[in-house]
């Protein structure tokens, strides 16, 4: 399996002389149901991003073939993303206490040295 199964390009020509309107202009179409390419198989970026847009909403960890920084930051983005609104609030609340918890441990452990 090539690219070429499930990306496509094309240029918007005029009807009467089939020129190229804007040669800078260029529409790419990805075919996600024409990829079909398992974790084993992917090789390349474009294999990785396609199988990311494919796979993502239905992936509980992120596979090995996936575990680059770009990868892991999107991956959890959209774990971010499947949390209900209260969840998202509740995340949020629980990461500013645990903030606030080592900023107290750090005063804390400046206050015993001070004594």
Do not use: C
Request: net charge positive; no cysteine.
């Amino acid at each position: 399996m090539s690219a070429n199964d499930y990306i496509s390009s094309a240029h918007i020509k005029y009807d009467d002389t089939g020129k190229i309107v804007y040669n800078k202009f260029k529409l790419v179409f990805l075919e996600l149901k024409n990829f079909t390419k398992s974790e084993s198989e992917i090789k390349s970026n474009v294999d990785k991003w396609m199988f990311t847009l494919k796979y993502l909403a239905k992936l509980d960890n992120l596979p090995d073939a996936l575990r680059t920084k770009i990868f892991q930051k999107l991956f959890f983005k959209a774990e971010i993303a499947k949390l209900s609104k209260d969840n998202t609030a509740l995340s949020r609340d629980n990461e500013a206490k645990e903030q606030r918890i080592v900023e107290l441990e750090r005063l804390l452990r400046v206050n015993k040295t001070v004594q």
